[in-house]
């Protein structure tokens, strides 16, 4: 049995206090009752007015400066303005108040030193509390006082009250932890957001036929192919066998194209006219908007486009042509296949991509992310490590991401996100980073967002209508081995609307239809996961703030498929540890049959003559010996998700130069004589595996040989060995031959040879085709 993994990257259960003390089995209990209640002194500066001149023209360049302690935070200031709009928010957390008046001044900016022109001052014990789904305060216009407290010219409007992160105010308002941070693009990095993913189809071409083509030389035979290009994939049919100037394809081409579709399909038609030399015929371009939707198996019409040497850009003037060459297809936008963005292994939704094709959904899934524990420190500022933390959340196709926390090896979030569920067997992935982006960050683009690690939780694991508050290690591989990162706690609720409609999925194919119906092939979906993920990643990174590539590549685990030798490793035992099951029952019946424990097996052989005089017993006896075991085993069912298993993914055990080989580029950036080493590895290992698929199709071709007459006095020994059992068969009855041969199978120890049996023996002289082989 497995050993278990170290303490400190097992799960751990704990007891926050959820929605300030609401939390119970009512899902409808509050907005915010997976998270704790975080406090806050919201402070809403929405203009000024009648502000007296400063400058020498009479007019002043404004702009309120809030003031809470050690914390200060400004508004955008407006030139030459005595009446300005701000309508911005300013967020103190109330755990770090270390003050009991609120500042608000206005001052006009100037070159050499801001100058004074009012300020209202707020008693903390006075400011009132809201509480959502309550109305927004509505402010009020507050007449400014100068530093003695006297009213001077000038008002301001104002709203100053307590709140919770629940509030509307909080994702768009200016943060007290934030401080450090300035300017509105760094601002940007930091602020919570959602994202959807962009809507992709897959686009199939059937290339059919071309007409009347016109190559350069008429003298030979065209060697004619079709190249499609669709923004960065480009694909191209086989050369056509018919030789001539109306060739024949009928090849699938398969792309992926993401709504709205801003690229036209651009297709031509070459002659090989050299080994490295091809002449363009002919060529089209198809805007997307025009093609056909297919949502089932029944194909869409055929269409004869026509060829042009120069393709016409949109925005060009196109010419009127009298002849052309024409090509035969058949378009269409496939809505009736998932596109496959993920790792089929823990795809987080399943839906076709037509939504009419949608079933209804079958519950909600509550994310509450909480906050982390012990982060390492990530980057190095002013001499002393840091760590600018954030979390990414991704199922179906909404991403969430929450705020930046600044500068703190234990962020507290506590932001609460929903998602609709329409398959209880997917993946919810939970990854947290370092944000490398603040204060200007590298104008170069070559800072990425470091990661800090990674949780999946499979919702068909969670109970209903739970609460499931645990703390998940965050477990990150490295060249030098497996590193625990820190710990982030969640709350995880999944809620089912109905338990039928649930129950009912487990009957239904995992994907939709169209897979099973028209299947693409294994080649075909990894090339075309991999272009799904790079139009993810570089839709999301276009947002703004933009979701980084590097963070989506890690959320879908692009570049998992690689070589790994402790991958492998890790499936080679996982497929041991199924077999395990196997091998316990083949040992266990070895005992019985050597009397090892004589009770059992007198009771065993008691059995075995009741299932042989009743075998009617049978099928009920397996599944009642099923259905036992399987109530046996509720008492131990697992009480909380599963989480990553350093001994289960061999990390703990890992040779450096395996995770130096599987952290290598692909084409490898190695020195010469490490990839020589890794080769010759790899050589033995697929020696070791070559030998034990050889010994296979031995065995394999041994069965067949018993018919084929390779060896004549085996078959005929075999043949005759048929007639007899079939005679003996026939005039004996079913149940004396079972209970003879489980008799025999079952013999006492001392009715045993430690010699192989005869059946082997026979067996093993049998002839195979390794004598055939070079």
């Not at 025009?290 to 925005?315: A, C, Q, S």
């Not at 394999?700 to 020994?717: C, F, I, M, V, Y």
Request: charged residues 25%.
């Amino acid at each position: 049995m497995q050993r278990p993994p170290p303490e400190e990257f097992v799960l751990k259960e704990t007891n926050p206090h959820l929605g300030g003390g609401k939390i119970s089995g009512d899902k409808l209990t509050s907005t915010y009752d997976l998270v704790e209640q975080m406090q806050y002194l919201y402070v809403r500066v929405v203009k000024a007015k009648d502000l007296p001149g400063k400058d020498v023209t009479g007019s002043c360049d404004p702009y309120a400066e809030v003031k809470l302690g050690n914390y200060k935070g400004t508004t955008r200031h407006f030139e030459k303005k005595s009446n300005p709009e701000w309508n911005q928010v300013f967020a103190f957390s109330k755990d770090r108040i270390q003050a009991s008046v609120l500042e608000v001044t206005v001052k006009d900016k100037d070159f050499v030193k801001d100058d004074f022109m009012g300020r209202v001052l707020f008693d903390l014990n006075e400011i009132p509390k809201r509480v959502p789904p309550d109305s927004p305060l509505a402010p009020q216009w507050y007449r400014l006082e100068d530093r003695k407290g006297d009213k001077v010219k000038g008002e301001i409007m104002l709203a100053v009250w307590m709140g919770t992160q629940a509030d509307e105010a909080f994702p768009e308002a200016w943060h007290s932890d934030a401080a450090s941070v300035s300017g509105t693009d760094s601002l940007a990095n930091i602020r919570s957001k959602v994202y959807l993913s962009p809507k992709l189809w897959y686009l199939r071409v059937n290339v059919i036929e071309a007409q009347d083509l016109l190559p350069s030389d008429k003298g030979r035979y065209p060697e004619v192919f079709v190249k499609a290009i669709l923004g960065s994939q480009a694909l191209r049919t086989r050369i056509s066998p018919s030789r001539s100037i109306n060739p024949m394809w009928n090849e699938d081409l398969m792309f992926v194209a993401a709504e709205p579709f801003e690229e036209p399909l651009i297709l031509s038609v070459e002659d090989r006219v050299a080994p490295n030399k091809d002449e363009v015929l002919g060529g089209c371009s198809i805007r997307l908007q025009y093609v056909d939707r297919r949502l089932d198996h029944r194909p869409v019409n055929t269409r004869w486009f026509n060829l042009e040497k120069h393709v016409v850009v949109e925005g060009e003037k196109k010419k009127e042509i009298k002849f052309a060459s024409r090509i035969h297809m058949r378009i269409s936008l496939e809505g009736g296949y998932h596109v496959l963005d993920e790792s089929t292994h823990y795809s987080s939704d399943l839906r076709p991509t037509a939504k009419q094709l949608w079933k209804q959904s079958i519950g909600v899934l509550e994310l509450g992310i909480l906050n982390a524990q012990g982060l390492m420190p990530m980057k190095t500022k002013d001499g002393r490590g840091t760590t600018d933390s954030y979390c990414v959340a991704k199922y179906g196709q909404k991403w969430i991401r929450t705020r930046t926390i600044i500068d703190s090896f234990m962020p507290k979030w506590n932001e609460q996100y929903t998602w609709e569920v329409f398959d209880p067997c997917t993946v919810i992935t939970i990854g947290v980073f370092d944000n490398c982006h603040l204060h200007g960050g590298d104008k170069s683009g070559t800072t990425r967002d470091a990661r800090i690690g990674k949780v999946r939780i499979r919702l068909s694991t969670l109970e209903t209508d739970r609460v499931y508050t645990h703390s998940y290690p965050l477990l990150v591989l490295h060249p030098s081995g497996v590193k625990k990162m820190g710990e982030i706690h969640l709350a995880v609720r999944f809620t089912c609307s109905s338990l039928l409609n649930m129950m009912h999925m487990y009957s239904h194919p995992l994907l939709p239809k169209m897979h099973y119906l028209h299947p693409l092939t294994v080649s075909q979906l990894d090339s075309l996961r991999h272009q799904a993920t790079q139009i993810v990643s570089m839709r999301l990174s276009r947002a703004e703030p933009p979701l980084r590539k590097e963070v989506v590549e890690y959320m879908l685990d692009v570049g998992s498929h690689m070589w790994s030798m402790r991958r492998s490793k890790a499936n080679f035992f996982r497929i041991m540890g199924v077999l395990n099951g196997l091998i316990a029952v083949g040992k266990w019946f070895d005992q019985i049959c050597n009397w090892k424990n004589p009770i059992t097996t007198v009771l065993i052989h008691i059995l075995f003559i009741i299932l042989v005089l009743y075998p009617e017993l049978i099928l009920p006896t397996i599944f009642l010996y099923l259905f036992l075991i399987g109530v046996w085993y509720y008492r131990w069912r697992p009480r909380h998700p599963p989480h990553m298993d350093t001994r289960l993914s061999h990390a703990e055990t890992a040779h450096p130069d395996e995770l130096d080989e599987e952290f290598d580029t692909f084409p490898t950036s190695r020195p010469s004589d490490i990839v020589r080493m890794r080769y010759d590895r790899l050589r033995s290992i697929a020696g070791r595996i070559q030998t034990v698929v050889g010994d296979l199709a031995t065995q394999g071709e041994r069965l067949q040989s018993l018919l084929s007459w390779r060896d004549p006095r085996a078959t005929a020994l075999f043949v005759i060995f048929c007639l007899v059992a079939a005679i003996v068969l026939y005039v004996t009855p079913f149940q004396v031959v079972a209970l003879l041969t489980g008799f025999y199978m079952l013999r006492h120890p001392r009715f045993r040879h430690r010699l192989p049996s005869v059946p082997l023996n026979f067996f093993r002289r049998l002839p195979a085709r390794t004598d055939c082989m070079l």
